[in-house]
């Protein structure tokens, strides 16, 4: 059987030929499914589960992408246990996005694997490539940020809502701006703070069930 040499390319992150991908590696049918799932009328949500389990390559047991949604490929997106995204999210995977366990997305954030050579002799052949994004446990990623090629971002870390993020993420950072520099760390005193917080609700909770 013949090797479809740039479907390889691309998830090698090596320079590809999109035309030339073997139509049963083509990106057509994940962007039928998306579609399929954003005309989902919203009150379905195990409807919408479903199709989303059969729309990324690998999920947890409890997640929600909330429609509408878009892809690419669809079946490079990896996503972890207790995975929650807003809604209009764009996960551009011709390269892996994978995420691990209790990630948060705001709502149009966007994930782009996909890159162009910076040199337009060769971006004007239509020439292209993608590199793998990771998004490690526990993060919290704002609405509006953008995350580009490459990029691991480190358990328990923020993105600031609009954030560009052009390089990695250091764990347990707070990173903003354009392009994203780290805010500060976040430390034991944020740890005390949100669990006396958290503390309190529980007993107001109680209290308004006595």
């Known amino acids: 059987m013949e090797k479809d040499f740039d479907y390889e390319q691309m ?13 049963e590696n083509g990106s057509l049918a994940g962007k039928k499914l998306a579609q399929q799932i954003n005309q989902e009328p919203i009150e379905n949500k195990e409807a919408i589960v479903a199709l989303e ?15 509408p949604l878009y892809v690419d490929y669809g079946r490079h997106v990896e ?20 995420f691990g ?34 998004v490690e446990d ?3 990623i704002g609405a509006n940020a953008t995350i580009l090629p490459g990029v691991t971002i480190g358990k328990n870390s923020i993105v600031g809502a609009g954030a560009v993020v052009t390089k990695d993420v250091p764990e347990n950072t707070i990173v ?6 780290v805010i500060r760390n976040i430390t034991e ?9 958290m503390k309190e609700y529980y007993t107001k909770l109680e209290e ?3």
Not at 11 to 23: D, E, Q
Not at 108 to 134: M, N, Q, S
Not at 176 to 181: Q, R, S, T, V
Not at 189 to 195: A, G, L
């Open 101 to 134: 366990d209790n990630v948060m997305v705001g709502p149009r954030a966007g994930f782009y694997t996909a890159g162009h050579p910076t040199d337009p002799t060769v971006r004007i052949k239509d020439l292209e490539f993608g590199l793998p994004i990771k």
């Open 208 to 210: 308004h069930k006595c």
């Open 176 to 181: 903003g701006g354009n392009p994203a520099k």
């Open 53 to 67: 389990r059969k729309l990324f390559g690998k999920t947890g047991g409890f997640f929600y992408v909330n429609p």
């Open 138 to 140: 526990n993060v919290w």
């Open 189 to 197: 005193k944020d740890k005390q703070k949100w669990e006396t917080e």
């Open 79 to 98: 996503i972890g246990e207790n995975f929650y995204a807003n809604m209009d999210c764009v996960f551009l995977d011709v390269n892996k996005i994978i």
């Open 11 to 23: 998830l090698a992150g090596k320079l590809y030929f999109a035309p030339n991908i073997f139509p």
